[in-house]
């Protein structure tokens, strides 16, 4: 039975339409949901605004503030973004969305050997990444375990020191100024502690050490580059850059290195070898022999990367802010010539200043917390991922979107600081503000359950290395090392590695 005339062209005219309705209703949703989206920059196809992003981030986003508010919306290829830009949007999101927003955004790279898989810092949200979480919180963080590893980091500062006066006396004797590397020094010993605390080692005094230095430092060159895979996921396959396949170079490397040294400390444990402090390799190990099965249990290769992890993010972070610290006190001799007396009247001139000093410096905890006010390890904290469509402070937010917490921009709001962009240590003199997660103006670790999970290590180290370097030498600097500019990887450092000229004050 056929269709009359009539009937096709009412069809035709109804399907019509319908389809003239569904792109009205499709253009009017879309049109809801950018009208709930916080404000930003209009796109271009396909990369959005990722040209908008300039190679310093933080310094292009925090400029963008003046424009669209303290919450910036950006569409990074496919990848939605939002950017936290101000201390009382911080506070919400912490205090309020914590969970919401505590998922993680993985570098392309650093699924490499499923490296994301059993990593803290990077690893997405949930019972696996509790376990490993809570774990390094008892073995890192607990205050028993923090001051019986103090021996270990006055060990690894007097290292570094006997290091620089080596270096500087070399230099003297063969007609230079003695100046050395302090940047490099910095982070040699950031390193050396980790390994000393994680494996009970001194890993630069063997060709396997300095082996897995290289590759710990590869690993940080690949995954500091900006990569177009993590915008458009679509060119996962391809890895355009090379980024992912260099990454996965020298993870394997690293990773086969750490794998030795746990399976000869696993022969130790199976053959009864009692030791006398027990490190961190040992607590994993312990827990991997008489922790649970199934879901609880800690694998090999996670308990590779844990430690992998443990060198990248501790030998970067804290030898960066020492050499922040170092490099802002040369040029600020008013706040070095203070920090010194506060030593000398506090440590005197016939002994070295230990751990139990640090309660009685107050001028230089304040030193560090303008440090790091000014110069976050990361600028915009590890992004964050909404597990869920969420509505934050009457925006709608979708699920998947990353989230950028621009700790760096904040330490320079006008509206948190006085005079923000000036080296002014005396601003934490008296005040109540930490870096513990609580004080929204001043997130340098970040806030929540994705806090630095090292932050109480990070705490003690910074103040001990940068004390001992005042109260052992005093400092002349190299003008042209001064440069405060930025060169971004994992972290910020300075463009210019800082140099100076010590000169060692007898004790």
Not at 42 to 71: A, C, E, Q, S, W
Request: aromatic share 8%; proline share 5%; charged share 25%.
């Amino acid at each position: 039975m056929g269709l009359t005339l009539s009937s096709l062209f009412s069809c035709s005219v109804f399907l019509l339409a319908a389809l003239f309705l569904s792109l009205k209703w499709i253009k009017s949703e879309k049109e809801t949901k950018q009208s709930q989206s916080p404000p930003g920059p209009r796109g271009l196809p396909v990369i959005g605004n990722m040209l908008d992003l300039g190679t310093m981030p933080h310094r292009t986003l925090f400029n963008l503030r003046t424009k669209y508010g303290p919450l910036l919306r950006l569409k990074l290829g496919s990848i939605n973004t939002v950017v936290v830009q101000s201390a009382q949007v911080a506070e919400q999101l912490f205090k309020n969305h914590d969970h919401s927003f505590c998922d993680r955004k993985c570098p392309a790279a650093l699924t490499a050997h499923d490296y994301n898989q059993g990593s803290i810092i990077v690893g997405q949200y949930g019972s696996y990444w509790r376990l490993l979480r809570r774990f390094c919180t008892m073995e890192l963080l607990v205050t028993k375990r923090v001051n019986e590893t103090a021996p270990l980091r006055h060990k690894c500062v007097d290292t570094m020191l006997s290091k620089i006066e080596e270096e500087s006396a070399a230099g003297v004797a063969s007609g230079e100024a003695g100046m050395v590397n302090l940047a490099h020094c910095l982070f040699l010993m950031g390193f050396n502690l980790v390994g000393n605390l994680m494996l009970s080692r001194d890993l630069l005094d063997s060709e396997e050490g300095k082996e897995f230095f290289e590759a710990t430092n590869g690993i940080s060159k690949w995954v500091g580059k900006p990569n177009l895979a993590d915008f458009l996921p679509f060119l996962n396959w391809l890895d355009p850059q090379g980024v992912k396949r260099n990454t996965a170079k020298h993870l394997e490397k690293a990773l086969k290195i750490v794998g030795r040294f746990v399976k000869d400390r696993a022969e130790e444990h199976k053959l009864g070898k009692q030791r006398t402090t027990k490190d961190f390799l040992d607590a994993l190990l312990e827990y991997e022999i008489h922790g649970k099965e199934g879901p609880d249990k800690i694998s090999e290769h996670h308990i590779n990367i844990v430690l992998l992890e443990m060198f990248m993010a501790g030998s970067e972070t804290t030898s960066s802010t020492i050499e922040w610290a170092m490099a802002e006190l040369l040029r600020n001799p008013k706040s070095m010539q203070r920090a010194k007396e506060e030593l000398n009247r506090v440590v005197g001139p016939n002994r070295k200043v230990e751990e139990s000093d640090m309660d009685n410096l107050p001028y230089l905890e304040a030193v560090v917390k303008e440090t790091l006010r000014l110069h976050p390890p990361i600028p915009l904290l590890i992004p964050r991922n909404a597990m869920e469509d969420t509505k934050f402070i009457g925006y709608m937010i979708p699920k998947d979107s990353q989230i950028f917490v621009n700790v760096w921009g904040i330490g320079r709001d006008p509206e948190s600081w006085d005079e923000p962009l000036s080296f002014k240590p005396e601003r934490f003199i008296g005040s109540k503000i930490e870096y513990k997660g609580q004080n929204y103006e001043l997130l340098p670790f970040g806030s929540g359950r994705r806090i630095c999970v090292g932050l109480s290590l990070a705490h003690r180290m910074v103040h001990l290395a940068l004390s001992s370097l005042l109260h052992t030498f005093e400092w002349n600097s190299v003008p042209e090392t001064l440069d405060m500019n930025e060169r971004l990887g994992i972290s910020v450092r300075k463009l210019v590695p800082l140099e100076a000229i010590p000169k060692k004050i007898s004790i």
